[in-house]
């Protein structure tokens, strides 16, 4: 079993920039690829970006290239999304997980514990 618990959402202007946290505890965090998804009102959830087991190769989704980046610290069983100039379509609730394997996974199928998500919200 794998918990997950995500933290550093919160509301904030457009523009603005965010730093989310998931910290990893009940299996090796270091051997597993990782994701940040998010899922909006209304929407299915997307892919945001995704990294594999040793930071080495990392993938974004278009809409956040550039502006968004993720990371991991396999010493502190952590992964980060670093978020600059949000905007209002970045309003979510934001979601860690961790893939079945070590490799890079875009789809949803291939990531099997989630965390319980924390919300994003960026207004005017």
């Known amino acids: 079993q794998v918990q997950l618990v995500e933290s550093g959402g919160g509301l904030v202007q457009a523009g603005a920039s965010l730093r989310l946290t998931c910290t990893a505890s009940?299996?090796?965090?270091?051997?597993?690829?990782m994701g940040w998804f998010r899922q909006a009102p209304g929407k299915e959830r997307e892919l945001v970006a995704a990294?594999?087991?040793?930071?080495?190769?990392?993938t974004a989704a278009e809409s956040v290239e550039g502006r968004f980046t993720i990371s991991r610290d396999n010493t502190k069983n952590t992964l980060y999304l670093q978020m600059n100039s949000l905007n209002l379509e970045d309003t979510a609730v934001y979601y860690c997980?961790?893939?079945?394997?070590?490799?890079?996974?875009?789809?949803?199928?291939?990531?099997?514990?989630w965390g319980p998500g924390t919300q994003v919200t960026v207004s005017t």
């Open positions: 990294i594999n087991w040793s930071g080495s190769r990392t």
């Open positions: 997980a961790t893939a079945v394997l070590g490799g890079l996974y875009t789809r949803l199928v291939d990531y099997n514990y």
């Open positions: 009940g299996r090796t965090f270091s051997g597993y690829g």
